[in-house]
Nanobody, 117 residues
């Protein structure tokens, strides 16, 4: 079992920055591909950024150049650095860890990000 805890959300003005953290317990997060998703009110959950166990990254077009996903295996944590935030980035952000080899898929409880204009 893996428990994921997100932190770092909050209220920020447009143009500001936040760094989200997804910290795992129970198993090495380095074994998993990790994705940051977000869900705004009335919208479907969408993938924002992902990082493979090998460190390859991918981003939604809407956040390319503004968000950076990274992992610190020593801290069993994946980060999402968010810069130049826009009101449309407002959502609950969730961390997901998936391993096809282990047939595991876990979600965190989410952290609210609110960007004011």
């Amino acid at each position: 079992q893996v428990q994921l805890v997100e932190s770092g959300g909050g209220l920020v003005q447009a143009g500001g920055s936040l760094r989200l953290s997804c910290t795992a317990s129970g198993r090495l997060l380095s074994l998993y591909a990790v994705g940051w998703y977000r869900q705004a009110p009335g919208k479907q959950r969408e993938l924002v950024a992902g990082i493979s166990s090998g460190g390859s990254t991918n981003y939604a077009d809407s956040v390319k150049g503004r968000f950076t996903i990274s992992r610190d295996n020593a801290k069993n944590t994946v980060y999402l650095q968010m810069k130049s935030l826009k009101p449309e980035d407002t959502a609950v952000y969730y961390c997901n860890a998936e391993s096809r080899a282990l047939r595991d898929n876990y979600w965190g409880q989410g952290t609210q990000v609110t960007v004011s204009s």
